[in-house]
């Protein structure tokens, strides 16, 4: 099920859908614009050993209603890990096998998928694609994790057709046992983020040509990242631990928040300065900031 509001304090509307594996959530989403939303799901609740489906789901009319479509050349083994939707009718997922992933386009709606990654991608056991996004209809990236010290990450400049390894000299060095998170990214015009499980944020400012990686100091996961713009952004922990950037993500320093802010999920109202954080369970309800997190409201 999924719940729209047009601001943090007012009321969510029901926007329900159901995938074919009801312990499914919409963990994954992408809004292309007000009308069109691509979204997959994922086991949340499953703490034990959490997984992901094969169905996307597709709304062109703001969630009021929607479209739910099985990818079909998933192997048995295969779970969606990210969407990016391009229009109401192409998007393209990352999936993970187990022992590597792969990347599929569509350009009809979800109704047939092609594979577009090839021999060499993701096939590393040891990463697979953790996120997807693009920066306008043709030009995106797909991050994984480190394979010999350095963080698998593509991108694209023809609509996914083709992928392109990001140069190791152009990105920061992981540090040992650190991995990225599924989903848990930010994206803002020709910015580009995502957080480690070493408490550190990756980015880019230049559509994916070049890497930086700064230390949020939180000392542990970073799941949550949210940027407003190129230079101001968010980094939650779990527990309510929050960090803040000015420079793009350089460097962060620790916030101490006051009022209810909630530790599900943090996200940027597009264009404003906005922030807006949900929570979950006993941590239910959502709350808004509007100076870079010092400050949150019901």
Request: contains cysteine; hydrophobic residues 40%.
């Amino acid at each position: 099920m999924l719940l729209t509001s047009v601001a943090a304090q007012a009321q969510w509307v029901q926007q329900p859908f159901t995938f074919a594996n009801p312990a499914l959530s919409a963990f994954y989403l992408d809004a292309v614009d007000a009308n069109v939303v691509w979204s997959a799901g994922f086991d949340i609740a499953n703490t034990v050993n959490p997984a992901g489906g094969k169905q996307v789901a597709l709304t062109t009319n703001g969630g009021t209603t929607w479209t739910l479509s099985t990818i079909s050349v998933l192997t048995a083994t295969e779970e969606i890990t990210g969407v990016a939707g391009i229009n109401a009718t192409t998007a393209l997922v990352c999936t993970s096998n187990g022992a590597g992933g792969r990347i599929l386009k569509t350009v009809n709606g979800g109704t047939t998928w092609t594979v577009q990654t090839v021999a060499g991608q993701f096939t590393n056991a040891a990463s697979f694609p953790n996120y997807i996004s693009f920066f306008n209809a043709t030009e995106g990236v797909c991050a994984g994790d480190p394979i010999a010290g350095r963080f698998e990450l593509y991108r694209t400049t023809d609509a996914g057709a083709t992928w392109a390894a990001v140069p190791t000299t152009s990105l920061p060095l992981a540090l040992t046992s650190e991995f990225s998170v599924v989903n848990h990214f930010a994206n803002v015009g020709d910015g580009f983020w995502f957080s480690t499980t070493s408490g550190r944020v990756f980015g880019t400012t230049d559509k994916g040509l070049s890497w930086t990686v700064g230390n949020t100091n939180l000392g542990a996961t970073v799941p949550w990242v949210s940027f407003r713009d190129a230079a101001n952004g968010l980094a939650l922990t779990t527990t309510g631990l929050l960090a803040r950037t000015t420079n793009g993500g350089t460097t962060w320093q620790s916030v101490t928040p006051t009022g209810p802010l909630h530790v599900f999920n943090l996200d940027n109202v597009p264009g404003t300065n906005q922030f807006v954080s949900v929570g979950a369970g006993t941590d239910a309800g959502s709350s808004y900031s509007r100076d870079n997190g010092a400050t949150w409201v019901a």
